[in-house]
């Protein structure tokens, strides 16, 4: 079984080392350029999703998605501006409009746009466990840690107001053939 300490043991050495650090490899570049790019995107569409509902906890939801979103946009770009790093253009934010003015036809229910959110966190959670797993440097591991804890906690959060609204898009349960009955 893995040992926890020890890894983090190994990274906190890793960063107190005196060797320079080596350049970031073409992947590590790639996912933070391709998260930034995304994820700015995915701000904007949490934007419209303000616009979009009334609900003032969804809302509270999607405040809190951008404010996320943001602050993790803002610590790439500041990491790859530092390491030379060209950034990839950005979406504009969304000004803000009334909910109640949006026609039947182009609203999303507050169904669909808790779901998005979940959706989000599920993407979230994906690209940084597989950033994490093609890292090399560990200053860049670190990064893509902190951004998984957060998708992970915000994602738990979500769930809870998802079941709560009844919102939570649940399969059907599987009973085997000539299992017990429930």
């Known amino acids: 079984m893995p040992d926890v300490l020890e890894a983090v043991k190994n990274i906190v050495q890793s ?13 590590e570049v790639m996912s933070f350029w391709s998260f930034l790019s995304e994820m700015a995107d995915e701000q904007v ?14 809302r509270k939801a999607y405040h809190e998605t951008i404010k996320m979103f943001k602050s993790q946009n803002e610590r790439i770009a500041a990491f ?25 036809g182009v609203k999303l229910t507050d169904d669909e746009l808790a779901n998005s959110i ?26 893509w840690l902190d951004f ?10 979500i769930k809870t107001l998802l079941k ?6 649940v399969p059907p349960f599987y009973n085997p053939p000539g299992s017990p009955s429930q």
């Open 15 to 27: 960063l107190m080392d005196d060797e320079p650090k080596q350049a970031l490899h073409v992947g």
């Open 45 to 58: 569409h949490s934007e419209a999703g303000i616009n979009s509902t009334t609900d003032p906890e969804l």
């Open 80 to 104: 790859l501006r530092f390491e030379g790093v060209p950034l990839p253009p950005l979406s504009e934010s969304k000004p803000i409009s009334d909910p109640n003015k949006i026609p039947p």
């Open 118 to 143: 979940s959706i989000k966190m599920y993407l979230g959670i994906s690209y940084c466990a597989n950033a994490i797993n093609e890292s090399v440097r560990n200053d860049v591991c670190l990064i």
């Open 148 to 157: 998984l804890q957060e998708y992970m906690t915000f994602g738990a959060n």
């Open 164 to 169: 709560k609204r009844g919102w939570l898009k």
